[in-house]
């Protein structure tokens, strides 16, 4: 069995989420969001995410994190408030020894729903249909389930390869 946490960054809320994979199994670990206060100064809130992923991969010990990642808007200031917060989620497992994937959103919608032009809604509604018993309760903590959902796909599928080629 693995354990896989995913995280969707933002500075405001940054999404968790950990689900463990055992061969095409998903069984539906934790979930949650890490919220921080818009009025504190951006290093207070960059500290504040850092702390709290620390804790969650201390008590949750994934054994791989993978993060959403960051699209570009038409506000630089987001854009980069966004990609500290996304370098925070990719440091601190990171520096925890786990490795680290990354995927955008797209293929985090088309591993989930089937396409990539899905909506939030419907993101929500697979990532439930796929973690029966996941009480969630907010929409970034439902992507993070989603990241983590793509990755254990993408997993399988790499290990399937490796397994042929070892094979051939």
Same mark, same amino acid.
């Given at each position: 069995?693995?354990?896989?946490?995913?995280?969707?960054?933002?500075?405001?809320?940054?999404?968790?989420?950990?689900?463990?994979?055992?061969?095409?199994?998903?069984?539906?670990?934790?979930? &949650?969001?890490? @919220?921080?206060?818009? /009025?504190?100064?951006?290093?207070?809130?960059? +500290? !504040? *995410?850092?702390? $709290?992923?620390?804790?969650?991969?201390?008590?949750?010990?994934?054994?791989?994190?993978?993060?959403?990642?960051?699209?570009?808007?038409?506000?630089?200031?987001?854009?980069?408030?966004?990609?500290?917060?996304?370098?925070?989620?990719?440091?601190?497992?990171?520096?925890?020894?786990?490795?680290?994937?990354?995927?955008?959103?797209?293929?985090?919608?088309?591993?989930?729903? &089937?396409?990539? @032009?899905?909506?939030? /809604?419907?993101?929500?509604?697979?990532?439930? +249909? !796929? *973690?029966?018993? $996941?009480?969630?309760?907010?929409?970034?903590?439902?992507?993070?389930?989603?990241?983590?959902?793509?990755?254990?796909?993408?997993?399988?599928?790499?290990?399937?390869?490796?397994?042929?080629?070892?094979?051939?």
């Amino acid at each position: 069995m693995v354990r896989l946490l995913g995280i969707d960054p933002g500075l405001r809320f940054t999404g968790w989420g950990i689900v463990d994979v055992d061969g095409n199994r998903l069984c539906h670990v934790a979930d &949650g969001v890490i @919220a921080t206060d818009g /009025d504190s100064p951006v290093p207070e809130r960059l +500290r !504040l *995410l850092h702390d $709290a992923l620390l804790a969650l991969v201390q008590a949750h010990r994934p054994h791989e994190a993978a993060v959403e990642e960051t699209y570009v808007n038409r506000n630089g200031s987001s854009t980069l408030k966004l990609g500290y917060a996304r370098g925070v989620a990719l440091l601190v497992p990171a520096l925890a020894g786990i490795a680290v994937s990354e995927y955008g959103a797209m293929a985090v919608k088309r591993a989930v729903v &089937g396409t990539g @032009a899905a909506s939030k /809604d419907q993101v929500g509604m697979m990532v439930r +249909r !796929l *973690l029966p018993g $996941a009480t969630i309760r907010r929409a970034d903590a439902s992507d993070a389930l989603a990241v983590a959902i793509c990755h254990a796909h993408h997993r399988a599928s790499a290990l399937r390869v490796m397994a042929g080629t070892r094979m051939a």
